[in-house]
Structures are given as C-alpha cells and as structure tokens.
T-cell receptor, first 111, second 111 residues
Framework: DVKVTQSSRYLVKRTGEKVFLECVQD?????MFWYRQDPGLGLRLIYF???????EKGDIPEGYSVSREKKERFSLILESASTNQTSMYLC??????????FGEGSRLTVL | GQNIDQPTEMTATEGAIVQINCTYQ??????LFWYQQHAGEAPTFLSY????GLEEKGRFSSFLSRSKGYSYLLLKELQMKDSASYLC????????????FGGGTRVLVKP
C-alpha cells in the first residue's frame, strides 16, 4: 500500500512563527503536492514538485515556500505564520496517471 | 483557469441511489477523478474517467461527457458509511497536469 506520512496531525503556532510541515512518501513517486483545505473553498493547491529540487507554484503560493531535497520528502514552510493560514494542510503524491494518494493531514491553528 | 462546480450538499435514504453532478470548464482536459473524504480523514480515490462513458466499480459508477464538460458519480444501494464528502477533480494538460478540485459535495445518508 502507498503510504504518505505527514509529520504532525495537529499544530498550534503563534503569529510570526516559522512553521515546517513535513511529508514523506514510500512509493517512489515523482510528483508531490501540498494542498490546503478550508470549509466552502475545497482543496486548493499551494505548491507542487515533479522532481527533486524542482518546485512549481500552485494556485495560492503566497506566504508559503517548499523544499524537495530528496525524492521521498516534500516540506512546506510558512516563513511567518499568520492567522489566515489556519487550515488543514494535505500532502499528496501521485502516479504518472495523476491519481493522488493523500496523507492524513495536518491541522494548523495560528493564534 | 478552471471552473469546477458541484452541489454543496445532498441527502438520501439508506438503500437508495444518489447522483452527484460535476461540471467543469478547462482548456486542456486530461482526466477527471472522484475522491471520497470522510470527516476528519484524508481523501481516498474512487474513480478516474478520461474517455466518454460509464465506469462501474461495485456500487459506485462514474460517467463522463467531455463535449458537455460534465461528469456524475452514482452511488447505489446507499449505506450509512457512504455519508462523506465527494470531491470532483480535473486534470489540465495546459496547467502542468495538476489536479484542480471542486468544492466537494457532502452526502448525508439517513436511515
């Protein structure tokens, strides 16, 4: 079974703090993605990566950055967390056909 | 850009059938996915359509008409465990083959 593991299920941070969300997949997938999910807005793509050291902006990249130093690991970074970044963050990896496999999600609260 | 529309919420009775519609507008259609998401959990893959027609998988079927920009997910013999959100997602060749999601349809199955 494909496994996508996110480092933290729940985080509480303060405004201005730097936040790291880690994601690891064990199926040797080339493609990895970070989404955020908010009520009424659905899943929105923040950043994605098709290869090591490669990154592409999604639909809402502002306030975020990413790192893909190894194929299996894709990190999402909030340089200075703000309250409007309180959300559920979902990492996913995909096959060549585009089927996404999601992690369990990280619920971030910024106070 | 893309525009993906699906109803916000639907209610149905156990044992009945429910059809969830999804309409989309995209310049480089390259496949449509349906995902199921139970509350507090990650989305899981249900179906994939890239050619016109019906794909059947047990109690779930998905239909695609590319000329109409339309898909539906059909859930038959509804069970209480089918209460979940159902997400329609479209892959776009002109957008790096990334998936864009609709807002999701929450289905409530009543006894």
């Amino acid at each position: 079974d494909v496994k996508v593991t996110q480092s933290s299920r729940y985080l509480v941070k303060r405004t201005g703090e730097k936040v790291f969300l880690e994601c690891v997949q064990d199926m040797d997938h080339e493609n990895m993605f970070w989404y955020r999910q908010d009520p009424g807005l659905g899943l929105r793509l923040i950043y994605f990566s098709y290869d090591v050291k490669m990154k592409e902006k999604g639909d809402i990249p502002e306030g975020y950055s990413v790192s893909r130093e190894k194929k299996e690991r894709f990190s999402l970074i909030l340089e200075s967390a703000s309250t409007n970044q309180t959300s559920m963050y979902l990492c996913a990896s995909s096959t060549s056909t585009g089927e996404l496999f999601f992690g369990e999600g990280s619920r971030l609260t910024v106070l | 850009g893309q525009n993906i529309d699906q109803p916000t919420e639907m209610t149905a009775t156990e044992g009945a059938i429910v059809q969830i519609n999804c309409t989309y507008q995209t310049s480089g259609f390259n496949g449509l996915f349906w995902y199921q998401q139970h509350a507090g959990e990650a989305p899981t893959f249900l179906s994939y359509n890239v050619l016109d027609g019906l794909e059947e998988k047990g109690r779930f079927s998905s239909f695609l008409s590319r000329s109409k920009g339309y898909s539906y997910l059909l859930l038959k013999e509804l069970q209480m465990k089918d209460s979940a959100s159902y997400l329609c997602a479209v892959r776009d060749l002109t957008a790096g083959n990334k998936l864009t999601f609709g807002g999701g349809t929450r289905v409530l199955v009543k006894p």
